[in-house]
């Protein structure tokens, strides 16, 4: 069964600074997607970022961006000039045949 | 659009009693999620919908568990009877079956209490 781990149960930072969540893997799959999912404390689970497996090329969603080492199965998120509305817990997933996995979130707290 | 609905948002009730959670999916969507989020499991799924019909329900924790969709705008998830234990955030979730970049869409959450 695949699953996904985060090794940080909580980080922090300096709003205007950058942070990065660490995220692996275990698949025997080759073709998957990956996601991080942000929850708020107004419990919304909002799409943050995707990834799929088959491309190299990293995904990049404004200040949010990954790094995806295929062959190490880790996925972080780069956060860029944090800002206090970043302040949630974040999700990483693994998605294949439509079923989505979580990992166990990352709070992420943002110091002003 | 107005996303995935799911109602009530916070729901009491005590041991014992049946409960319903609602949820209709985003229009045009083929595919319906229902999660359970603990803060000792995590998000889990629980059973999911194409095109109506349930597609993988082993998630689902144990038979007072059961989960519906009468049609492509409307799923239940009703408990009966209720413990404690089924105290939890339950996620209603859609996307396109083909297509969509397989993303999907999250409701806001029913937070169930059971006392």
């Known amino acids: 069964a695949q699953t996904v781990t985060q090794s940080q149960p909580e980080m922090s930072v300096q709003e205007a600074e950058t942070v990065t969540l660490s995220c692996t893997y275990d698949?025997?799959?080759?073709?998957?997607?990956l996601f991080w999912y942000k929850q708020p404390p107004s419990r919304q689970m909002i799409l943050v970022i995707r990834q799929e497996a088959y491309k190299q090329q990293n995904a990049t969603e404004n200040r949010f961006s990954v790094n995806f080492q295929k062959a190490a199965k880790s996925f972080s998120l780069k956060i860029s000039d944090s800002q206090l509305g970043d302040a949630a817990m974040y999700f990483c997933a693994y998605s294949r045949a439509q079923k989505l996995v979580f990992g166990q979130g990352t709070r992420l707290t943002i110091n002003p | 659009d107005a996303g995935v609905i799911q109602s009530p948002r916070h729901e009491v009730t005590e041991m014992g009693q049946e409960v319903t959670l609602r949820c209709k999916p985003i229009s045009g969507h083929n595919s319906l999620f229902w999660y359970r989020q603990t803060m000792m499991r995590g998000l889990e799924l629980l059973i999911y919908f194409n095109n109506n019909v349930p597609i993988d329900d082993s998630g689902m924790p144990e038979d007072r568990f059961s989960a519906k969709m009468p049609n492509a705008s409307f799923s239940t998830l009703k408990i009966q009877p209720s413990e404690p234990r089924d105290s939890a955030v339950y996620f209603c979730a859609s996307r396109p079956t083909t297509g969509g970049r397989n993303i999907q869409y999250f409701g806001a959450g029913t937070r169930l209490s059971v006392l």
């Open positions: 698949t025997s799959e080759s073709d998957y997607y």
